[in-house]
Nanobody, 122 residues
Framework: QVQLVESGGGLVQAGGSLRLSCAAS????????MGWFRQAPGKEREFVAAISWSGLSTYYADSVKGRFTISRDNAKNTVYLQMNSLKPEDTAVYYC???????????????WGQGTQVTVSS
């Protein structure tokens, strides 16, 4: 299994930006589809974005499309989530996850990080 560690969360004002990182270790990173999910207090975890093995294909939830960008650097075993134009409703714990299928199936992600808190103030 691959081990995942997220970083980059924090407190930001509405309209601001944050960049999350997720460092992977333990298995060959480029063999995994990578995704970002989030869970707000009292809500179920929801899919945010995913990127294919090579990075050439991406997929986003409608709620973040046009504001968030997922990318990966296979040489650094890292996946990123650039978040712009943040809204208070983006407040959540953000998790990265590793999967194996494309087109992405959010149910197919089997390895998870510990999460990083993102708080957007109004």
């Amino acid at each position: 299994q691959v081990q995942l560690v997220e970083s980059g969360g924090g407190l930001v004002q509405a309209g601001g930006s944050l960049r999350l990182s997720c460092a992977a270790s333990g298995r060959t990173f480029r063999n995994y589809v990578m995704g970002w999910f989030r869970q707000a207090p009292g809500k179920e975890r929801e899919f945010v974005a995913a990127i294919s093995w090579s990075g050439l294909s991406t997929y986003y939830a409608d709620s973040v499309k046009g504001r968030f960008t997922i990318s990966r650097d296979n040489a650094k075993n890292t996946v990123y989530l650039q978040m712009n134009s943040l809204k208070p409703e983006d407040t959540a714990v953000y998790y990265c996850a590793a999967g194996s299928r494309w087109p992405v199936n959010p149910a197919d992600f089997g390895s998870w990080g510990q999460g990083t808190q993102v708080t957007v103030s109004s």
